[in-house]
């Protein structure tokens, strides 16, 4: 099948299929769209998705957004190698590293929410920095139980996909990793992985060098 994927270079979520897409060594078509101009909201790609997000991944007769749901399809329809593991308390665990990330750290520290808290008032990095921290605890802890190599063992998973981009943002954030020396170390070992590399949000067409 041709895949189209409609991706912005620093979108977390895009670079999360990106991950994905490389370690599966799944060929696709990178179709750019500029988030800082507005692109995401002409009619044409409100029509594939109405959310105006990225990403959104195209093919032949399938149209899918949502990182976790892309990752799923991709996952089901190229099975190898796979991104989940196979012990189900270990597939658990990695799903449980993916929620924390996909649904308390990323949407509570993502840009629209933070600007309208500093419109009301607030200190935008204040509440950035807390709710990472609080996120990455969690996920520190988890590692202490399950990591290997990578989150899960030695196997390229999904909280790996979900991992990198998170700490990546922390970083431009100035968060300190120090009290999270499991996410660090997993993080350090997953940037050098060629399948990593060509995910990198640097190393993309629409990339602002």
């Not at 696709?28 to 594939?48: D, F, P, T, V």
């Not at 959104?56 to 949502?66: A, K, N, T």
Request: glycine share 4%; aromatic share 8%.
């Amino acid at each position: 099948m041709d895949y189209t994927l409609f991706s912005y270079w620093r979108s977390s979520c895009s670079w999360r299929v990106r991950i994905v897409l490389s370690i599966k060594n799944i060929p696709y078509q990178y179709h750019a769209i500029n988030i800082l101009s507005g692109e995401q909201k002409g009619e044409e790609y409100i029509e594939k998705n109405p959310l105006k997000q990225v990403p959104y991944l195209h093919g032949e007769d399938i149209g899918i957004s949502q990182s976790l749901a892309i990752i799923q399809y991709l996952e089901d329809i190229h099975p190898t190698p796979s991104v989940l593991p196979t012990s189900p308390i270990l597939r658990a665990k990695m799903w449980e590293i993916c929620e924390i990330i996909n649904s308390w750290i990323h949407p509570l520290q993502n840009s629209k929410l933070t600007n309208k808290i500093e419109g009301l008032g607030g200190d935008k990095n204040e509440w950035a920095l807390e709710v990472v921290t609080s996120g990455f605890r969690a996920v520190e802890n988890i590692l202490e139980q399950v990591a290997g190599t990578y989150c899960v063992g030695n196997q390229l998973t999904v909280a790996d996909a979900c991992l990198v981009p998170q700490v990546c943002n922390a970083r431009r954030r100035n968060v300190d990793l120090t009290p999270f020396p499991n996410i660090s170390r997993v993080f350090e070992t997953l940037l050098a992985l060629p399948e990593i590399q060509r995910a990198a949000p640097e190393n993309q067409s629409d990339a602002v060098k």
